[in-house]
């Protein structure tokens, strides 16, 4: 093999490594912690009804899990069934709060953060 042909190969397999490893080296992936959040916590989520207080095994998933990325990764198909505004109260009552102005879900948790200090001073 020639030293052209060499180099073309090194020089695929190089942006073919960069381009399938970006994840390891990029953003957390949260999807399983999502997937238990939601699937433990549908009850208190969920897009129906009012907001109901979370039970034990709920809160003790929220506790552990990154609710930031969680709500970061929030989808539109996930919204159909999952409110992020019940979510992000949800993860503040649990004390694994989502800062003020990250987005749960296609909205900002601005609504979610001012109902949680209501409930509390009310509490």
């Known amino acids: 093999m020639t030293t052209k042909i060499k180099i073309q190969i090194l020089v695929f397999i190089f942006a073919f490594t960069i381009f399938t490893t970006y994840q390891s080296l990029g953003e957390k992936d949260c999807h399983e912690e999502k997937k238990l959040v939601i699937a433990k916590c549908i009850a208190t989520i969920t897009n129906h009804g ?10 003790q998933v929220v506790e552990s899990s990154d609710m930031v990325c969680i709500c970061r990764t929030l989808s539109s198909s ?31 948790d601005y609504s979610a953060t001012i109902v949680a200090a209501i409930t509390k001073a009310y509490s």
């Open 78 to 108: 996930d919204e159909i069934s999952v409110s992020g505004t019940k979510l992000a109260r949800l993860a503040d009552e649990c004390g694994n709060p989502v800062p003020v102005g990250n987005n749960c879900g296609s909205k900002l």
């Open 50 to 59: 009012p907001y109901v207080p979370p039970n034990h095994s709920c809160r």
